[in-house]
């Protein structure tokens, strides 16, 4: 069932009324009749929403503009707003976006790792696609390790797709970053067709079958193959006359996000402004979280460790040299202590700060 095309009340959790029973008054109506809308792209205060009227199958992309109370209020990709005035979308005609739902999922970023300051991507998204290339560009197990902690921080599911297997010199563990995630439960989806250079047909079947009925949010560096990816899903769609690309090619023309609907009934948020994730937003304990390999070794730490060294208190040193980690348990464990490092760039005292207010 395609969680955008239907919209009932059931299916949107409304914000509770602060003013309990209490009739609505003129000056602040609540708007619960206004019509239901998902925002695909936000360019320079305009909205652009895709509306489909409840029980109709009559959908259509209608342009908004935020109501004054709103100014203040983030809109972003994904969110579910309510709509009134010129719902039309007739040529030069524009909406007013007076309310926005209850978010399910909120995919945020930092500026930096230093810089607290959040900044919000993506709202109700259920998956975050994180794809690299096996080569051209080299992937990092950095930035892979980064987008976990993003998604776990978010409460949304991630999925790894590798592509351009046929670059690497062992295609069915392309540049061993499959032995690397092996003990993570996500799935990991390797792509690469030498001759055409797109998708290989299981892969694109894979990922048809992964993003069905979800919102999933699309990650990579420049280069990797992304619009690659998004052309293949949405092409092969096209051919049989079900695709509706929201703002199809105009995508390039704006560095927000941008969702992109792909059948069967799931949408594809691609995010071309974002290339990484500022994490200093997230706790060394959810960082610790996106290695879940890891998470039972650091039950002996230290009260409060930040998993910096064993001379801190930290137990997971003695844990992956014992092998419950596994062969790539030391790997791993390097990987996480780069991610926490480059956190901690913050002063010392404001880390500590942070921690004792948990
Ligand atoms: N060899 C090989 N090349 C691929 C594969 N997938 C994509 N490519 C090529 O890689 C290049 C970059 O692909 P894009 O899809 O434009 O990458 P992108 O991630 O959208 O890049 P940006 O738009 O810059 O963010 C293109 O020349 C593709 O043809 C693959 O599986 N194997
Ligand atoms: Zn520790």
Redesign the pocket.
């Not at 792509?191 to 030498?194: A, D, I, L, N, W």
């Not at 990579?220 to 052309?231: A, E, L, R």
């Given at each position: 069932m395609n969680r955008w095309d239907s919209w009932d009340e059931s299916r949107v959790r409304v914000r509770p009324n602060k003013r309990g029973s209490r009739p609505r008054t003129k000056e602040t109506p609540d708007y619960s009749d206004a019509e239901l809308a998902r925002v695909v792209q936000v360019d320079r205060g305009r909205y652009t929403c895709f509306l489909e009227a409840r029980g109709s199958a009559s959908e259509r992309v209608v342009t908004a503009m935020r109501a004054k109370a709103l100014r203040r209020s983030p809109v972003v990709p994904g969110d579910i707003v309510r709509l009134v005035g010129d719902t039309s979308a007739a040529a030069g005609t524009l909406a007013r976006l007076v309310r926005v739902e209850e978010r399910r999922t909120l995919l945020r970023r930092s500026a930096d790792d230093t810089d607290e300051a959040e900044r919000v991507i993506v709202a109700n998204a259920d998956q975050l696609l994180i794809?690299v290339?096996s080569a051209?560009p080299e992937p990092r197990t950095g930035f892979i390790d980064r987008a976990l902690a993003a998604a776990y921080d978010a409460g949304i599911e991630p999925i790894l797709l590798i592509?351009?297997?046929?670059?690497a010199q062992d295609p069915t563990d392309p540049a061993g970053l499959v032995s690397h995630y092996l003990q993570l439960e996500f799935p990991i989806v390797i792509?690469?067709?030498?001759e055409q250079?797109?998708?290989?047909p299981a892969a694109l079947d894979r990922l048809r079958e992964l993003l069905a009925g979800q919102v999933t949010v699309l990650i990579?560096?420049?280069?990797?193959?992304?619009?690659?990816?998004?052309?293949a899903l949405t092409g092969a769609d096209r051919a049989t006359g079900g695709v509706n690309a929201v703002t199809g090619r105009g995508r390039?023309t704006s560095s927000s996000a941008v969702a992109l609907q792909v059948n069967p009934d799931g949408w594809v948020v691609d995010t071309?402004g974002v290339?990484s994730f500022g994490l200093a937003h997230v706790h060394p304990d959810d960082v610790l979280a996106a290695f879940e390999d890891l998470v039972e070794g650091s039950e002996s730490c230290e009260p409060g460790c930040l998993h910096e060294s064993p001379a801190g208190g930290c137990a997971l040193d003695a844990w992956v040299k014992q092998g419950h980690a596994g062969h790539n348990g030391p790997a791993r464990l390097a990987s996480l202590r780069n991610l926490l490092h480059s956190l901690s760039g913050s002063p010392e005292d404001e880390r500590e700060k942070r921690l004792g207010a948990t």
């Open positions: 794809v290339a051209d592509t351009k297997a046929d670059l792509s690469g067709h030498e250079q797109q998708l290989s990579g560096h420049s280069g990797v193959g992304k619009s690659t990816m998004v052309n390039h071309p290339r």
